[in-house]
């Protein structure tokens, strides 16, 4: 494993120097994660880019990578796009001191399928993930500046979730519906819906982040594949998935995206709370 930020970078530093370049839409409100696009805009003015963050609370090199995939959800830093974001939290890091308690091995599975689908040499965190084709260094803001504008400009397939809702129960269980335009592309893609929970705080007791209190956003605790959209063809299904027991269905957040096989490019995304 490897470091994304080069030692001497403090918080502060990183986030100036990230979004001093990243131009903000003129009067743009912050969005709130239960939009399904930035306030004041309408669907049709606005294209999604989903960023995923591979972290872990057992590096030390991530909590400033947290931190600024929090500021791109509320504040919305990219004129015309809506930036989905997904915390990913791997769990190679659980044997230095400290078992994250978001860490997925299904996550370090995902991050290893982007380590070869992109050709890269290794996994490494932070490590971002720009529309499932671009590896992006969240200290570098020209390239993410560069990497969001250029994903702003590539058409999208309309994606809405509606009627989201979560069953009390042991499990519970989380009802969305899943609507999508036809699929114009040349490819196929799987449908994916992952849920989240919208903030949370961890005291971190050991390892290199001992004594720290951490924040996450969108920090995935289910990521399911729950259909196919075909070419040609529209998506328009319910799904049914049963949440892991404790979550609060208040602090949810539902993100559903079209991605080709590999994990290849994104052809959609969309993000809705439970009413």
């Known amino acids: 494993m490897r470091r994304a930020f080069p030692a001497g970078f403090s918080l502060c530093t990183i986030l100036v120097l990230s979004f001093l370049l990243l131009p903000f839409a003129p009067g743009a409100a912050a969005a709130g994660p239960q939009q399904t696009v930035p306030a004041g805009a309408s669907p049709a003015d606005v294209r999604p880019i989903l ?7 057992g590096c030390s090199s991530c909590p400033p990578a947290d931190a600024l995939l929090q500021k791109m959800d509320t504040l919305q830093p990219v004129a015309g796009a809506q930036l989905i974001v997904l915390s990913e939290h ?21 991050q290893a399928a982007y380590v070869s689908a992109l050709g890269l040499k290794t996994a490494y965190t932070p490590q971002m993930i720009v529309d499932g084709t671009t590896d992006v260094r969240a200290n570098d803001p020209q390239q993410l500046n560069k990497v ?7 058409p999208k397939i ?9 069953d009390p129960g042991n499990p519970a269980v989380l009802h969305a519906h ?28 050991h390892g290199e982040n001992g004594g720290q209190h951490l924040t996450h956003v969108a920090v995935v605790v289910d990521l399911d594949k729950v259909g196919k959209l075909e070419k040609g063809k529209p998506f328009d299904q319910t799904v049914t ?30 993000v809705r709370k439970p009413s």
């Open 148 to 154: 969001f504008h250029e994903a702003r400009e590539v």
């Open 178 to 205: 899943i609507q999508t335009d036809p699929n114009n592309d040349k490819h196929s893609a799987g449908v994916f819906v992952a849920v989240a929970l919208d903030h949370v705080e961890s005291q971190v007791l």
């Open 51 to 57: 960023v995923e963050l591979f972290t872990s609370e």
């Open 90 to 110: 791997v769990d190679y890091w659980d044997h230095d001191g400290w078992k994250d308690p978001h860490s997925s091995a299904a996550l370090t599975e995902r």
């Open 241 to 270: 998935l049963k949440l892991k027991s404790g979550i609060d269905p208040r602090n949810l957040r539902v993100v559903a995206f079209l991605q080709e096989s590999g994990p290849g490019k994104l052809l959609g995304a969309a």
């Open 158 to 166: 309309p994606i809405r979730i509606t009627d989201v809702s979560v």
